[in-house]
């Protein structure tokens, strides 16, 4: 297991690149620690693969070093990088069996066969193949060639690192959370660096001790999800992370106060910033008002979705999202929108400020 430091990183495709639009990757610096488990989450087209790719040694960068435990392995092969990897799509020997498939890493590297077989067996059972052991991958459907794939990449106890790209795609809905799960639990136990890549919320949510949020080609938040959720920083990672995301309010500052619309919001903090802003606030902490004080707002329908309920408004033409209990009665007269003590942040550019003293709650 290592800790792995991306230094100055940044990628072009393009032979001469010149301006930031020119990168897949943005400059980035990071260390990312020795045994934890990360998820890189965001949309098609990010820059997540690319990233994934230098780190194991399938693309060289065009700026910037990658060091593993210290060790500058920027354009070491990856067969020289002592890590495993999991792709989109199966990775199996159809002529082998499963348990000679997954057998594999530990033959190539001279392990003994008692050994072998304790590791195999074990796998097996992760990924629930014990039955089919002595089967030939052949004929296996894609999702057990996955779950092959998969075991391979957990087979190794002494790898760097482990790292996933969307390993779960092809894989049965139910597998899934199964799989992840096992996942989970080899991260418990032997406590390899992780890093798996998805654009999947809630795979990154339940996988991850913490989440690496990219963006157009940036990393725009590292961070557990709680503090994804409770301080995004910037509004994409709002947007990405919550389901409906959060809600976007233009405003203006005055201090501790933001002025939306006619209506005037306690912000619970000072902010120094001029110019226009945006206020984020999260569907869970939207409430519901008749009259009395709130931004005026208009009920335009109730989608019940099992657990709670979204309240779609419209607020000064814009659509606005809040989640109420499954219980709760949502008045037809409402009229009012307010938000929750403690539960705004507040964007210029579309990143987050922070307010004047720090981030006291
Ligand atoms: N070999 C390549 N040559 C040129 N451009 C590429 C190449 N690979 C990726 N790109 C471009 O780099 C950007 C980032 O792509 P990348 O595959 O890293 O994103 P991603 O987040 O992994 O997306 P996906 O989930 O669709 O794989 C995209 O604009 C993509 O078109």
Redesign the pocket.
Known sequence: MATITLDNLAHS?LPDPKTPEDF?LKELNHDWADGEAYALL?S????????LNIISGLLIPSQGRVLFDGRDVTTAPTADRNIAQVFQFPVVYDTMTVRENLAFPLRNRGMEAEEIARRVGRVGTMIGMEAELDRKARGLTADAKQKISLGRGMVREDVNALLFD?PLTVIDPHMKWELRTQLKKLHRDFGHTMIY?T?DQTEALTFADKVVV?YD?RVVQIGTPQELFERPAHTFVGYFIGSPGMNLFDATLDGRQARIGDATVDLGAAFRHRGPVQVGVRPEFIRLATGGEGIPARLRRVEDVGRHKIVRLNVGGTEVSAIADEGEAIPADTDRIRFAPGAVNVYADAWRLTPEGGDAR
Do not use: D, F, P
């Open positions: 495709y897949a965001g098609s087209g990010c820059g997540k693969s690319t990233l969307e890549v654009h990219m080609g």
